[in-house]
């Protein structure tokens, strides 16, 4: 008879709901991005220019700022996750595979986070 | 340790042109919008460090090669968010069949070409002959 309890054996085995986290998250940031992916293409072709007045002037409108930072977060999860895959598919030998995915994730997180400041620091009137 | 199996290659499916060409399309795809995230990211940087910054990026972005690239993003785009409804599609078990995967394949094509063309005569207009 194990003493392991019977939560400590399905943990991390897929079963516990987590198999399908990735798949999940793939699909939740891909419907968000349909409607925020074309709000971005459609704003950026409508600009009047893309000059630093007329640019910065659309990034700080209360709702602009809000979908932009959703966007770049979203993309960066949406991003990350595929990116994944495709190194997890194609780059083998455990060294290189793990090293390739740490930095892949690193970029995105770094993406998100300038990307978020940048935003953040035009909508909030702190560019010089 | 013993030889682990592994999954079946490539090679054992029988991949009608079309599968092949939408499932590669939409990988290839995905990984140049990852590339546009980084572009999108250094684009709002310098709108952040102010008009001097600006100026430089925007004299970077004016380049040719970068209007090539805007051009093939838009392209990407258009794809990439076509073939990804089809696959929200399939996620609710809806068109699995062989039949109408293939119908929704070329429906994919085309309609991710007249929404790139659109696209491409806005920006073209608006931008590069404005």
């Known amino acids: 008879m194990s003493l ?3 939560l400590a054996s ?3 085995r897929g079963a516990a709901k987590e198999g399908v986290h990735h798949w999940w998250v793939q699909r939740l940031t891909a419907v968000a991005l349909v409607p925020l992916g074309i709000w971005f293409v459609v704003s950026l072709l409508s600009l009047p220019s893309l000059g630093y007045s007329a640019v910065t002037a659309w990034m700080s ?8 930072i959703l966007f770049v977060l979203t993309a960066a999860r949406h991003s990350q996750l595929g990116v994944r895959v495709v190194v997890e598919d194609y780059v083998h030998g455990a060294g290189p595979k793990t090293a390739l995915l740490v930095l892949v ?3 995105h997180v770094i993406a998100a986070a300038a990307g978020v400041f940048a935003v953040l620091r035009v909508a909030l009137g702190g560019a010089p | 340790m013993a030889e682990r199996p592994l999954s079946p290659h490539l090679s054992v499916y029988r991949m009608h042109r079309y599968t092949l060409l939408t499932s590669m399309l939409n990988r290839i795809t995905g ?5 546009g995230l980084i572009l999108l990211v250094y684009w709002l940087m310098a709108a952040a460090a ?7 990026a925007e004299s970077v972005l004016a380049l040719w090669i970068f209007k090539a690239v805007f051009l093939v993003l838009l392209a990407v785009f258009s794809y990439h968010l076509c073939a990804g ?3 929200l599609v399939w996620d609710t078990g809806r068109g699995l069949e062989r039949a109408q995967s293939r119908v929704s394949a070329y429906v994919v094509l085309g309609a991710s070409a007249v929404l790139f063309v659109g696209l491409a005569c806005w920006w073209l207009v608006s931008r590069v002959l404005a």
């Open chain 1, 4 to 6: 392991r309890t019977p």
């Open chain 2, 31 to 35: 990984l140049a919008l990852a590339a």
């Open chain 1, 105 to 107: 994730t690193y970029l």
């Open chain 2, 50 to 56: 102010g008009p001097g910054a600006y100026a430089q």
């Open chain 1, 10 to 12: 399905v943990l991390g």
């Open chain 1, 61 to 68: 409108q209360g709702w602009t700022a809000v979908l932009l």
């Open chain 2, 85 to 87: 409804v089809r696959h």
